[in-house]
């Protein structure tokens, strides 16, 4: 069954209160945030019940904002997704072949997450690291100028830290 | 070297941190603006010194401001719009990943000035690691009784709260962000009521750009008539331009915008020239949404004038031969670069991140994308050309929010200047397969009409 932690529910409580009173529907996107990170990096529709069930309100108002914004999983992903960005600035640098180095690396095209279920590989529009193309978002941070090499190794450190955590 | 005002202090270790900004003069724009000035004074100030809205839309400040309605017992809200998502546009991060006080500091005077008790920065859910940045330099100012209840003892009390999106291009969109930030999809609202008057919870709401708010420390440092004398014309102060594609070095520059865009490109104090010893031959120079120009008319206006990298200079010539300031973002393109494959990666944007409210930007941006990809992979026919300027025909103007507008001149742009290149697409399919069509014409010198 999906539930918040008392540490997690604390938190939700600090996001709605920093609204007007009334107003905790304010707090969906970034209470979608944690609930995806907190229930296995995708929304489920149990997940989002519960959402809505905590800020008393409809679970259509929750399924509308989930499938409106890019970073909101609907269905579930690897332990490690791999947000290539491949517009325009990003494309002048050479990103078109970073996600084909990808795609033949891991077997797998866009939108496809390998069969151990470590990685998804998924294209993204613009995430304003223009400069220091091309780049990938990976969880919180971004991975820039990259490289084959560093494409690689980034690779080796994901199955490295998986392998610790198991 | 040009006047900095908002980056100067950047590279000093630990500027960070709360300490070291403080020690190196931060926050003074706070005790002069609560003690010394009152709203009005201040509001005063910022349309003195002229200062435009740094989010791409040029709208000046001072004015926006003072459009805010203030009806009896009604809360009001500043909101700072971080959303950055204007593709070749880094600068907001850049400022909020290394100076994140600034931006408090600015967001402090400017609620004071607008009677904002409950302040929210709004930024792009990617920029997630900065959300942490900002709620320790938050925490810090609080600290230091800069945030919170009866600040530095004047009575004024501000809260600054950051919220993170979730990844829509559309939500740097000033109603579309108020949406989002209610909990809801980001789909802009029809104006009026302007969020002056009805914004986030129906309250009197400002939305300004991350920039704009900086530049607010600076003006109430110096004096709005001392910030006004830098720059040029109704180009005022400094401008952050985030610059990327084929050059030399990319990354984000302080411009007085007296610079030329030549100087801009070549110089090795900003750009440093074309990358691998390539030759220029295209650059968008206000972010993905503003006409791009072949490298004969960047450099040079329609006139045969030096262009100036500032508001008047790159719109110099209207669309049929200038393009905008923008948001900043200075994309630049080599002589490889094919302009053909460029618009379609544009396009491909625009049809993912339109909200898909208004049918002419949802349906248009679909069918750009899809002709595009017709033309560049050997299937195009030369009506698709005058097709795809139809349909941008028919998105400008027509639609709710200027999203439309933003995916339409892209595509208008490159017709307008790249059309031969279009065309042998078309003509050579097989050959467009194997190679670009290259530099072509579009740095040779621009034929001058000389008048009598």
């Known amino acids: 069954m999906v539930k918040f932690s008392e540490a997690q529910l604390a938190e939700v409580k600090r996001l709605v209160a920093r609204y007007p009173e009334g107003k905790q529907k304010s707090a969906l996107l970034p209470v979608l945030h944690l609930a995806q990170d907190s229930f296995g990096g995708w929304l489920s529709s149990e997940t989002m019940d519960y959402v809505a069930e905590l800020l008393q309100i409809t679970p259509i108002e929750v399924y509308e904002v989930a499938t409106f914004y890019s970073m909101y999983n609907t269905k579930p992903v690897g332990k490690y997704m791999f947000e290539v960005c491949q517009t325009g600035p990003c494309m002048l640098r050479g990103s078109d072949d970073i996600i084909a180095y990808i795609e033949k690396t891991l077997g797998i095209k866009p939108g496809e997450t390998t069969a151990d279920g470590l990685f998804t590989l998924k294209t993204v529009e613009c995430l304003g690291a223009c400069g220091y193309a091309p780049m990938m978002q990976l969880g919180k941070h971004y991975r820039e100028h990259l490289t084959k090499e560093k494409v690689d190794a980034i690779i080796d450190e994901c199955r490295k830290t998986a392998g610790v955590l198991n | ?452």
């Not at chain 2, 009152?38 to 003072?66: C, D, Q, T, Y």
């Not at chain 2, 600054?160 to 990844?167: D, F, L, M, Y």
């Not at chain 2, 206000?286 to 008047?312: C, F, H, Q, W």
Request: glycine share 12%.
């Open chain 2, 1 to 452: 070297m040009s006047v900095k005002l908002l980056l100067a202090k950047a590279h000093i270790e630990g500027i960070r941190g709360f300490e070291v900004y403080r020690r190196e003069g931060g926050y003074q724009s706070v005790e002069k603006a609560l003690k010394q000035m009152n709203p009005e004074s201040i509001v005063e100030e910022v349309k003195k010194s002229g200062l435009r809205g740094r989010g791409g839309a040029g709208f000046p400040a001072g004015m926006k401001w003072s459009f805010i309605a203030k009806p009896e017992g009604v809360p009001r809200h500043l909101v700072c719009n971080a959303d950055e998502s204007e593709p070749g546009t880094f600068k907001d991060r850049y400022l909020m990943e290394f100076l994140p006080h600034l931006l408090i500091e600015g967001l402090i005077v400017s609620s004071f000035a607008l009677g904002s008790n409950d302040t929210y920065i709004y930024i792009r859910g990617e920029y997630a690691w900065i959300v942490d940045i900002l709620e320790d330099a938050i925490n810090e100012a609080k600290a230091n009784g800069f945030l919170g209840k009866n600040i530095l003892g004047t009575g004024f009390d501000c809260e600054i709260h950051v919220q993170r999106g979730a990844g829509a291009y559309i939500c740097g969109e000033e109603t579309a962000l108020i949406e989002s930030l209610e909990g809801k999809r980001g789909n802009p609202r029809i104006k009026p009521p302007f969020p002056a008057i009805q914004g986030v919870w129906q309250r009197p709401t400002v939305v300004n750009n991350v920039e704009t708010l900086a530049a607010v420390v600076p003006i109430i440092n110096m004096g709005g008539e001392e910030y006004a004398k830098i720059g040029v014309g109704k180009s005022t102060g400094t401008k952050l331009i985030s610059a990327c594609g084929n050059i030399n070095k990319p990354g984000v520059y302080e411009i007085d915008m007296t610079i030329s865009v030549e100087d801009f490109i070549y110089s090795d104090e900003y750009c440093g020239g074309i990358a691998n010893g390539k030759k220029l031959k295209a650059c968008i120079p206000g972010g993905s949404s503003v006409p791009i120009l072949p490298a004969n008319l960047l450099l040079k206006t329609a006139k045969g004038e030096t262009r100036y990298m500032n508001y008047e200079s790159l719109s110099d010539g209207g669309f049929a031969s200038g393009s905008m300031m923008g948001s900043g973002g200075f994309i630049v393109l080599d002589e490889d670069q094919c302009i053909v494959r460029n618009t379609l990666s544009l396009a491909r944007f625009y049809r993912h991140e339109s909200c898909g409210q208004c049918s002419p930007c949802r349906e248009g941006t679909g069918w750009m994308e899809k002709i595009l990809h017709n033309i560049e992979y050997g299937k195009g026919k030369i009506s698709d050309i005058d097709l795809l300027w139809d349909i941008q025909r028919k998105i400008e103007g027509n639609t709710i929010c200027p999203l439309g507008d933003a995916a339409a001149w892209p595509v208008a742009a490159a017709i307008r200047h790249f059309r031969d290149e279009f065309e042998w697409h078309v003509n050579n399919p097989l050959e467009a397969q194997e190679k670009n069509y290259g530099l072509a014409h579009y740095a040779d010198p621009i034929h001058v009409p000389v008048t009598a």
